[in-house]
């Protein structure tokens, strides 16, 4: 019962950010110099239809604005937008009206939560073990060469990381790793370890930290006088608490890396949710850009709830 109620309490306060979050968006972007028609081919093709028939450019304009609402008071396009992305009517984009957006988020969002997932698996898989050795070997050479490439990770964004990428796997060592497309389990390598490499370091440097506060525990005092072995000791006591506590740095890492994908899809020209979103918001695509901010809100509020509800299951200490 108390679980039940701390979701609906979470679902509500999501719904609510949501909301403010999409009509501060559109407030952004109403208010923006430019537009649509100012941004995209489609001010080169009306441009002529100006200059000759004024009265036919207008027709055209005006049932452009009716049909997304443009013609409305700002509060009211505020609450159609809103209210269509909390009812999933994502509509049709202004750069591709014959397409829905669920068609083309079907085909874009595997591929950007594809890169995003294997990022945070492969920050796992190398960010722990080096955490664990640099909490072990604290404040000798390992530690240090540990928390400088941890830092030198988080400091490097993924665009110049991935631009490096390109320059040396398509310039210095050509044919080893494909360096744009997709389409093989070889196009996603690159892209998973520009965006990972951040993500290693805060890993690295949490389960450092973590483990290291944990071996200062009294139950690890009590299993040494008690002659357990030094081994099984790190693992079972040491280790085991501190990777309950990573639960809360991974899961939100899942969502944000999803953003990240943004310029490193671009780069290796992978046709992910990050040029969708990137076209979006350049164009002024409002349907497009706000079910963008629906998207990613989402994912992160609702990684932030799952978060909660599998760390209270796991350590009874935690109370919801």
């Not at 950010?17 to 001010?43: E, H």
């Not at 898989?125 to 640099?134: C, E, K």
């Not at 530690?143 to 400088?148: H, N, P």
Request: proline share 5%.
């Amino acid at each position: 019962m108390a679980v039940a109620t701390f979701i609906l309490k979470r679902f509500v306060q999501i719904v609510i950010t949501l909301i403010l979050v999409m009509s501060v968006s559109y407030i952004m972007m109403y208010y923006s110099p430019g537009g649509f028609m100012n941004t995209t081919t489609m001010a080169t093709v009306l441009a002529p239809l100006q200059g000759q028939n004024p009265i036919l450019y207008q027709q055209v304009m005006d049932q452009f604005q009716s049909r997304y609402g443009l013609n409305l008071p700002l509060w009211q396009q505020i609450v159609k937008y809103v209210w269509h992305e909390l009812t999933f009517d994502f509509g049709n984009s202004m750069q591709n009206p014959s397409l829905t957006i669920m068609s083309q988020l079907k085909q874009t969002l595997p591929i950007s939560t594809l890169l995003a997932f294997g990022s945070v698996l492969l920050s796992v898989v190398v960010g722990v073990p080096l955490g664990i050795v640099a909490a072990l070997k604290r404040n000798t050479w390992i530690d240090y060469v540990v928390g400088t490439v941890s830092l030198a990770g988080q400091a490097i964004p993924s665009f110049v990381l991935a631009v490096i990428m390109v320059l040396l796997f398509g310039v210095a060592l050509p044919g080893i790793l494909p360096i744009a497309g997709w389409g093989t389990w070889k196009d996603a390598v690159l892209p998973i370890v520009c965006l990972s490499a951040a993500n290693i370091g805060v890993v690295a440097r949490y389960m450092r930290g973590s483990l290291i506060e944990t071996l200062r525990q009294d139950y690890i005092r009590t299993a040494k006088a008690k002659g357990v072995k030094y081994w099984p000791m790190i693992y079972k006591h040491g280790v085991k608490n501190s990777l309950t506590a990573m639960i809360t740095v991974v899961g939100p890492q899942f969502a944000v890396t999803v953003m990240g994908t943004i310029w490193v899809e671009q780069i290796f020209g992978i046709p992910g949710l990050g040029k969708v979103m990137q076209t979006a918001f350049t164009s002024f695509d409002y349907p497009l850009a706000i079910t963008s901010v629906f998207l990613l809100g989402s994912m992160i509020m609702i990684m932030n709830l799952l978060v909660d509800i599998v760390y209270a299951l796991i350590d009874p200490r935690v109370k919801l």
